[in-house]
């Protein structure tokens, strides 16, 4: 079965750092993108960032610009997500998923997701 | 940035009737739309990419349609797993990857 699995939530200070990991199983990791994407307590989803499967592109989101970092070792099959300068309003669940290339179009879908780690930005 | 709109924002329906939610663009996006299904303390499950394509083993009863700017995802006999939330995403135009706000299918 083709999983993901986020760990390294925690309660931290503002301003502080963190940094969340994620594991895939069942399926050939650097064959594919992968994204975080979060949702605040009773909200809608973010996406935050996303890094191409080789590890050379990456995006973010503007409101996690210049603090959030991805990056991936493909030969520990691990997706990072190295946050800093933590806010009140980053106090989310993150999600790593899985990004796929739909055919007919091309572009790119997120198919696998993990359950989550959660993250608390508080004094 | 495009803009993903969802209506309605919540959806009353009693089991065994048709839903459809309503996925709007603020420009086009082609067919690169997807819908994801949520439940309370679960993460989003994929339901339909490309605007109208199942994802594996998801049931029938759930067909997404549309492209440019409107879509729609129809439920045609709503079981009792199928009461929550969902959200359209398109990935054609970014960054930003954006979603809409989300439609919660309740019991009537």
């Known amino acids: 079965e083709e999983q993901v699995l986020e760990s390294g939530g925690a309660l931290v200070q503002p301003g502080g750092s963190l940094k969340l990991s994620c594991t895939p199983s069942?399926?050939?990791?650097?064959?594919?993108?992968m994204s975080w994407v979060r949702q605040a307590p009773g909200k809608g989803l973010e996406w935050v960032s996303t890094i191409s499967a080789s590890g050379g592109s990456t995006k973010y989101a503007d409101s996690v610009k210049g603090r959030f970092s991805i990056f991936r070792d493909n030969s520990k099959n691990t997706l990072s997500l190295q946050m800093s300068s933590l806010r009140a309003n980053d106090t989310a669940v993150y999600f790593c998923?899985?990004?796929?290339?739909?055919?007919?179009?091309?572009?790119?879908?997120?198919?696998?997701w993990g359950k989550g780690t959660t993250v608390s930005v508080s004094s | 940035e495009i803009v993903m709109t969802q209506s309605p924002a919540t959806l009353s329906v009693s089991p065994g009737e048709r839903a459809t939610l309503s996925c709007r663009a603020s420009q086009s996006i082609n067919s690169d739309l997807a819908w994801y299904q949520q439940k309370p303390g679960q993460p989003p499950r994929l339901l339909i990419y490309g605007a109208s394509t199942r994802a594996t083993g998801i049931p029938a009863r759930f067909s997404g349609s549309g492209s440019g700017t409107e879509f729609s995802l129809t439920i045609s006999s709503l079981q009792s797993e199928d009461f929550a939330m969902y959200y359209c995403?398109?990935?054609?135009?970014?960054?930003?990857?954006?979603f809409g706000g989300g439609t919660k299918v309740e019991i009537k």
């Open positions: 069942g399926f050939t990791f650097n064959n594919f993108g």
């Open positions: 998923a899985r990004r796929n290339r739909a055919q007919k179009t091309g572009g790119y879908y997120m198919d696998v």
């Open positions: 995403q398109q990935y054609n135009q970014w960054p930003p990857e954006t």
